[in-house]
């Protein structure tokens, strides 16, 4: 699976902004779908997941209810909207499909997911 992310850019607090991943290659549909991140200096951490079937989102304590997956099988894309952004969120995203295909529960460690996009920078000015 080969991934393309896109769609960063520089937001104030409290702004939105949303980020897509192309997916091109082995059968998209077959695999759940994370969203990752990185700070300067940091580890990255896992933000986001979706299964393979839409049905069943995971996210991180910090995005909770701020955040939102969703996929679109049929366009081979996930995207990640963020909304109510804080300066803490900026980061190089990554979106990344799982290692095994339909998975389930989805899983939220980054060693479980094989196939990672280049990233997009999302900058969160306060």
């Known amino acids: 699976v080969q991934l393309q992310a896109s769609g960063g850019g520089s937001v104030q607090a409290g702004g939105s902004l949303r980020i897509s991943c192309a997916a091109s290659?082995?059968?998209?549909?077959?695999?759940?779908m994370g969203w990752f991140r990185q700070a300067p200096g940091k580890e990255r951490e896992f933000v986001a997941a979706i299964s393979w079937n839409g049905d069943t989102p995971a996210y991180a304590d910090s995005v909770k209810g701020r955040f939102t997956i969703s996929r679109d099988n049929a366009k081979n894309t996930v995207w990640l909207q963020m909304t109510s952004m804080k300066p803490e969120d900026t980061a190089v995203y990554y979106c990344?499909?799982?290692?095994?295909?339909?998975?389930?529960?989805?899983?939220?460690?980054?060693?479980?997911?094989?196939?990672w996009g280049q990233g997009t920078q999302v900058t969160v000015s306060s």
């Open positions: 990344a499909a799982d290692l095994r295909t339909y998975r389930y529960p989805v899983t939220r460690r980054n060693s479980e997911y094989g196939y």
């Open positions: 290659g082995q059968t998209f549909s077959s695999y759940n």
